[in-house]
């Protein structure tokens, strides 16, 4: 490996640090730059179209432009689902028992609260007053796809200070990425890396399950367990804040139906909470962590146990076999808690899970089990959905045939723009 000069490295690595100063540390979402605040999708749009012209910088200055719009919007959202979330509201009251007219008019009332509380706050960021992206540009930058681009264009600048940390923030998202894997590794071969291989979208739960999990691998079971718990509570904070990441991007289009819309965008907004579990989970190796809540448990159990706290660990056990139930080592344990429960100085309310346990896994079911409601409503045909009479009345032709298809379509930067083959392809010498 060839290591880069000691005054060189410098360069370097003050050249990188003056890049992510100005591109992040001067950011808040409070006080964003008025000259700087266009729609995401028009920004990604420019950036895109100036990466098919080969032309560089300037598809650099707007790639870089749509990450800091992207986290422009991801931040205003998060704060407004705080502050809504811990927002005392006077609820009217309510007798002990309600019909289910009266419910479904409760459930309206907490729905349109929690609304005008989201639009009273959205009001206030300048973020929300632009055209929404839509859902598949977010998808590209959950996707990271924007880094890839970084990555290639300044490669073609020569600029590999940038590009190498722009290619590890893809990889770790992208692992089975073939093409940026191999010149990764070539770089790897070549230069020097330490202090390059920085992911600018990295988790704040990812470090501490890392460290957590090194320390108990070599037995200091008290700073891991510490170090563990503070993982996962980073972790269910940041699923918190996926989940409302996923509200009120949809916007109803003004000529469609209010039902059909309705439901379309709750569907979608399912589809994309289910998707915060995969986004969270961390890369270790080029290898996504499986069932990564359920690991943050077992190594807590384990590394509990091996502290002599019973007390602490059985919780765990449990809390791990509900996203486990099928682990026959985890229900062995659990015979081993039972039979020495005295010893252990064990309480009854110890042979249950946790409750933050129980609170996400309750909801990640629960929202499993709505979308597939939802999927299989939706795909009901109509002699299912009305039965078979009243659905012969409606199978005739319908008179609006003729205007099928007239204004379906959708614009977007994908139907204009697409990668040009072969494109960035080639390696590039420090």
């Not at 266009?38 to 080969?54: F, I, K, M, N, Q």
């Not at 502290?307 to 080592?329: H, I, K, T």
Request: charged share 25%.
């Amino acid at each position: 490996m060839v290591a880069i000069g000691g005054a060189w490295l410098t360069l370097l690595c003050l050249t990188y640090i003056s890049m992510t100063v100005a591109q992040y540390e001067n950011y808040h979402f409070r006080h964003f730059p008025a000259q700087e605040l266009v729609p995401l999708a028009t920004a990604y749009g420019r950036a895109l179209d100036y990466y098919a012209a080969e032309q560089w910088p300037e598809s650099i200055g707007y790639l870089e432009s749509s990450l800091r719009l992207r986290r422009l919007l991801r931040d205003s959202a998060r704060y407004c689902a705080r502050h809504c979330d811990g927002t005392k509201r006077r609820e009217p009251s309510r007798a002990p028992a309600m019909d289910r007219d009266v419910r479904v008019h409760w459930l309206h009332w907490r729905v349109m609260m929690a609304a005008s509380c989201q639009k009273k706050c959205r009001a206030h960021f300048p973020a929300f007053q632009l055209p929404p992206p839509g859902r598949q540009i977010l998808e590209d930058f959950d996707r990271r796809s924007p880094y890839r681009y970084l990555h290639f264009a300044y490669s073609r600048l020569n600029d590999l200070q940038r590009a190498v940390p722009c290619a590890y923030t893809y990889l770790q998202r992208n692992p089975e990425d073939q093409e940026m894997r191999r010149l990764m590794e070539e770089y790897k071969s070549q230069y020097d890396l330490d202090g390059y291989l920085t992911d600018h979208e990295g988790q704040p739960h990812e470090s501490p399950f890392l460290s957590g999990v090194k320390l108990a691998d070599s037995g200091d079971y008290g700073r891991s367990v510490a170090l563990m718990e503070e993982a996962l509570r980073l972790y269910l904070d940041e699923y918190d804040l996926c989940q409302a990441d996923c509200e009120g991007v949809d916007r109803l289009p003004p000529h469609r139906d209010f039902y059909a819309a309705i439901a379309d965008v709750c569907a979608d907004t399912l589809r994309c909470k289910l998707k915060c579990e995969e986004n969270l989970v961390p890369n270790v190796g080029g290898y996504f962590v499986e069932t990564f809540v359920a690991t943050m448990y077992h190594y807590l159990q384990f590394s509990y146990y091996k502290l002599n706290d019973g007390r602490r660990a059985l919780p765990c056990a449990y809390s791990y076999l509900l996203f486990e139930p099928e682990d026959a080592v985890m229900r062995q344990n659990l015979q081993y808690y039972k039979a020495y429960g005295e010893q252990w100085g064990l309480r009854p309310d110890h042979f249950a899970p946790r409750r933050d346990a129980v609170s996400h896994h309750n909801h990640t079911v629960t929202l499993r089990q709505m979308l597939t409601s939802a999927e299989l409503y939706l795909k009901m045909d109509d002699e299912d959905f009305f039965g078979p009479e009243e659905a012969a009345l409606f199978s005739s032709e319908s008179p609006d045939i003729e205007f099928e298809g007239v204004g379906d379509y959708e614009e977007s930067i994908y139907a204009q723009w697409r990668q040009p083959e072969g494109k960035g392809d080639a390696g590039v010498r420090m």
